[in-house]
């Protein structure tokens, strides 16, 4: 159930492809948490998916 009371409707998420399913879980993390989350696709990155693009609260960027 949602947090309002009323029952989503189910999904098959099976149906997304790898990268649909990346952005996805990009998407729901950045609002669930607040944090700028930078994805990435396929290619040379080690098999990272996403990095948090975190904001220096320093006026000296650290």
Known sequence: MHSSG???PDYDFH???PTDFEL???DLL???IGV???A?????DGGVDLRAR???RSPAGV
Not at 40 to 44: K, L, M, N, R, Y
């Open 15 to 17: 149906t997304l492809s």
């Open 40 to 44: 990435f696709g396929q290619g040379p």
């Open 54 to 56: 975190l904001r220096s």
């Open 6 to 8: 009323e029952r989503l």
């Open 24 to 26: 996805l879980t990009r």
């Open 30 to 32: 950045r609002e669930k």
């Open 36 to 38: 700028e989350l930078e």
